[in-house]
């Protein structure tokens, strides 16, 4: 499995952006989908995950109401759309995949996820 995000860049606090990932490489159910984020300052953490049937979504609680988890399983695409952005949000940002996931159940821990995107940076200025 390949999971290729984009979508990042520079954007001033308040901004908006919106990050996407493309799995290939893997056919049969969906995968259970998750985006984290990592700084200078911060180890690597969760910001939001999917289920494969997109019914769950779990999010941080620094981006709950800001940020938006939404998946097309027909494109194999996972977004996340970022509002409100603030200073704080900026680092790179890694799409992951869990393999043989429940159709229902998001996950929330690194070491759950199979395989990892080549991450995208975001920059929010103030």
């Known amino acids: 499995v390949q999971l290729q995000a984009s979508g990042g860049g520079l954007v001033q606090a308040g901004g908006s952006l919106r990050l996407s990932c493309v799995a290939s490489g893997r056919t049969g159910s969906p995968l259970a989908m998750g985006w984290f984020r990592q700084t200078p300052e911060k180890e690597r953490e969760l910001v939001s995950s999917i289920s494969g049937d997109g019914v769950m979504a779990a999010y941080a609680r620094s981006v709950k109401g800001r940020f938006t988890i939404s998946r097309d399983n027909a494109q194999n695409t996972v977004y996340l759309q970022m509002n409100s952005l603030r200073v704080e949000d900026t680092g790179v940002y890694f799409c992951?995949?869990?393999?043989?996931?429940?159709?229902?159940?998001?996950?929330?821990?690194?070491?759950?996820?199979?395989?990892w995107g080549q991450g995208t940076q975001v920059t929010v200025s103030s």
């Open positions: 992951a995949a869990k393999d043989r996931a429940y159709p229902g159940s998001s996950y929330e821990r690194q070491s759950e996820y199979d395989y």
